[in-house]
């Protein structure tokens, strides 16, 4: 075994710190130019761990991170073309002033988000950067030790919505708004130590579900397999309790995608074992899906949360569905960053621009049949609206080749890790196809419904597949050019 150094066991320490803190996604002491809600605790122990890494390279005791960086290289070109962009609003002088704020404060509010959400990106890339199995297993220990932390204070806060618990419920709130920018907001739906349920349905779904199922499906030997077996089954369980349909819905589809993809695999090389072992599994989340369902007819009678996905009215618009499940506004929101993407195709409004033109692009009819939109609107509760969905955010901000990009993007990251995936030639190699493949099919949803560039749900994992995937996939091409 290689002896490590002081300065990679520092680092290590760092990383620990990183993966740990995750959970906490609205630290409330950090500065505002971070935003009024996205400010991941991590973030700090993440700066200290960079900042150690460079003073190491520059002692020449590491070396910088050199695989991984292919896969985002589209997204490199996103973030260059969303400065030429950014210049171009500015050159223009923007829009007026709206609510008190100006273009150039929101470009660089956008700005430091982007760079928080690449930091993470980098982050990984570099604490991975050998794409070894020690540095792997190092990472699965601390982020599941973040994961059994946030799952235990989910798991009270449903203990405490379960049994009408309002004592514990104001402990519980009282301790959360010690850290974050809020407590415990709404006591009939659980947040976990995020800033809103959805965060935290979010960040179940794309932070550590890849890893717990990919651990579950893969065979890989790092511990007792059934804890990734009940981590997957709390996982749907708190998941349900957010009362997120958008974290539950992608969670459900993208657990039969990816299994599907990987039964389909072991069946087509041969592996009739290992199919037959994965299918079992399956079927025990089918199972564990049940059972949540059954929990669902319970919930109905208080929260209507599972007939009103059904119920399709007849006789109205179709927006009127989307207002009943409760998407109208998100739907409001999308549509105005598609008109504002209308108005300016080609280079958009500048990265952080939207918010200054969406309350005069919101379609008339949210503003009358949506209570929502008409507080936001109204002259006592103004705010700054976005677009809640990153693919329109893209066309809207930086114009039709930053849509573009942002696809390229994604396509890019599916067909990688999906080909990883089917050519896996061992265990750990499947873990990090199957992770990598969730981590990217998630990612593609939720950005249908959520806009952030600094929650490091996708990109701190992005880093640390990256390294796995490009390595190998390197590799590979270079035997096929041998042969």
């Given at each position: 075994?290689?002896?490590?150094?002081?300065?990679e066991?520092?680092?290590?320490?760092l990383?620990?710190?990183?993966?740990?803190?995750?959970?906490v996604t609205?630290?409330?002491?950090?500065?505002?130019?971070?935003?009024?809600?996205?400010?991941?605790?991590?973030?700090?122990?993440?700066?200290?761990?960079?900042?150690?890494q460079v003073?190491?390279?520059?002692?020449?005791?590491?070396?910088?991170?050199?695989?991984g960086?292919?896969?985002w290289?589209?997204?490199?070109?996103?973030?260059?073309?969303?400065?030429?962009t950014?210049?171009?609003a500015?050159?223009?002088?923007?829009?007026?002033?709206?609510?008190?704020?100006?273009?150039?404060?929101r470009a660089?509010?956008a700005?430091?988000?982007?760079?928080?959400g690449?930091?993470?990106?980098?982050?990984?890339?570099?604490?991975?950067?050998?794409?070894d199995?020690?540095?792997?297993?190092?990472?699965?220990?601390?982020?599941?030790?973040?994961?059994?932390l946030?799952?235990?204070?989910?798991s009270l806060q449903?203990?405490?919505?379960?049994?009408h618990?309002?004592?514990?419920?104001?402990?519980?709130?009282?301790?959360?708004?010690?850290?974050?920018?809020?407590?415990?907001?709404?006591?009939?739906?659980?947040?976990?130590?995020?800033?809103e349920?959805?965060w935290?349905?979010?960040?179940?779904?794309?932070?550590?579900?890849?890893?717990?199922?990919?651990?579950?499906?893969?065979?890989?030997r790092?511990?007792?397999r059934?804890?990734?077996?009940?981590g997957v089954?709390?996982?749907?369980?708190?998941?349900?309790?957010?009362?997120?349909?958008?974290?539950?819905?992608?969670?459900?589809a993208?657990l039969?995608?990816?299994?599907?993809?990987?039964?389909?695999?072991?069946?087509?090389?041969?592996?009739?074992?290992?199919?037959?072992?994965?299918?079992?599994?399956?079927?025990?989340?089918?199972?564990a899906?049940?059972?949540?369902?059954?929990?669902?007819?319970?919930?109905?009678?208080r929260?209507d949360?599972?007939?009103?996905?059904?119920n399709v009215?007849?006789?109205?618009?179709?927006?009127?569905?989307f207002?009943n499940?409760?998407?109208?506004?998100?739907?409001?929101?999308a549509w105005?960053?598609?008109?504002?993407?209308?108005?300016h195709?080609?280079?958009?409004?500048g990265?952080?621009g939207?918010?200054l033109?969406?309350?005069?692009?919101?379609?008339?009819?949210?503003?009358?049949?949506l209570?929502?939109?008409?507080?936001?609107?109204?002259?006592?509760?103004?705010?700054l609206?976005?677009?809640?969905?990153l693919?329109?955010r893209?066309?809207?901000?930086?114009?039709?080749?930053?849509?573009?990009?942002?696809?390229?993007?994604?396509?890019?990251?599916?067909?990688a890790s999906?080909?990883?995936?089917?050519?896996?030639?061992?265990?750990?190699?499947?873990?990090i196809g199957?992770?990598?493949?969730?981590?990217?099919?998630?990612?593609?949803?939720?950005?249908?419904?959520?806009?952030?560039l600094?929650?490091?749900?996708f990109?701190?994992?992005?880093?640390?597949?990256?390294a796995?995937?490009?390595?190998?996939?390197?590799q590979?091409s270079?035997?096929?050019q041998?042969?």
């Open positions: 075994m290689r002896t490590r150094s002081w300065g066991r520092g680092a290590e320490v990383w620990a710190l990183v993966l740990v803190s995750l959970p609205s630290f409330r002491y950090y500065p505002r130019v971070f935003g009024a809600m996205v400010r991941p605790l991590a973030f700090v122990p993440l700066l200290m761990f960079l900042g150690w003073i190491r390279w520059r002692r020449g005791h590491t070396a910088l991170p050199r695989r960086w292919a896969l290289l589209p997204w490199g070109l996103w973030l260059a073309w969303a400065l030429v950014t210049g171009a500015l050159a223009r002088g923007g829009p007026a002033p709206y609510l008190g704020t100006d273009y150039p404060a660089l509010r700005w430091v988000s982007v760079a928080v690449q930091a993470f990106f980098l982050g990984g890339l570099w604490a991975h950067a050998r794409a199995d020690a540095s792997l297993r190092r990472t699965l220990r601390w982020l599941l030790l973040g994961f059994a946030t799952a235990m204070w989910g449903t203990l405490a919505v379960v049994t618990w309002k004592d514990l419920a104001r402990v519980l709130d009282n301790l959360q708004g010690l850290i974050s920018v809020r407590g415990w907001g709404d006591h009939r739906r659980i947040q976990g130590l995020a800033f349920p959805s935290f349905a979010d960040q179940l779904t794309r932070l550590y579900l890849p890893w717990l199922v990919a651990w579950w499906w893969s065979g890989y790092w511990g007792a059934r804890w990734a077996g009940i089954a709390l996982v749907f369980g708190l998941l349900f309790w957010t009362y997120s349909r958008t974290g539950l819905l992608t969670a459900i993208v039969g995608l990816v299994g599907g993809i990987a039964l389909l695999r072991a069946w087509s090389t041969g592996h009739q074992i290992a199919a037959r072992e994965l299918g079992r599994r399956l079927w025990f989340g089918v199972i899906l049940l059972a949540i369902g059954g929990l669902a007819v319970f919930a109905n009678q929260h949360y599972v007939r009103v996905l059904l009215p007849r006789d109205k618009p179709l927006i009127y569905y207002v499940i409760r998407a109208g506004p998100r739907l409001a929101y105005a960053g598609a008109v504002i993407y209308a108005q195709p080609w280079l958009g409004v990265l952080g939207t918010p033109y969406m309350e005069a692009a919101l379609p008339e009819w949210s503003r009358t049949i209570w929502e939109i008409a507080r936001v609107t109204s002259p006592q509760h103004r705010t609206l976005n677009p809640k969905n693919y329109v893209a066309l809207a901000e930086t114009g039709t080749l930053g849509g573009i990009l942002v696809v390229l993007f994604v396509s890019l990251w599916l067909a999906g080909r990883y995936l089917w050519q896996a030639k061992d265990a750990r190699e499947r873990l199957l992770a990598a493949l969730w981590a990217g099919l998630a990612t593609a949803v939720v950005w249908s419904s959520l806009d952030s600094a929650l490091p749900n990109w701190l994992n992005a880093g640390i597949l990256a796995y995937l490009e390595a190998s996939l390197t590979q270079r035997q096929v041998s042969r």
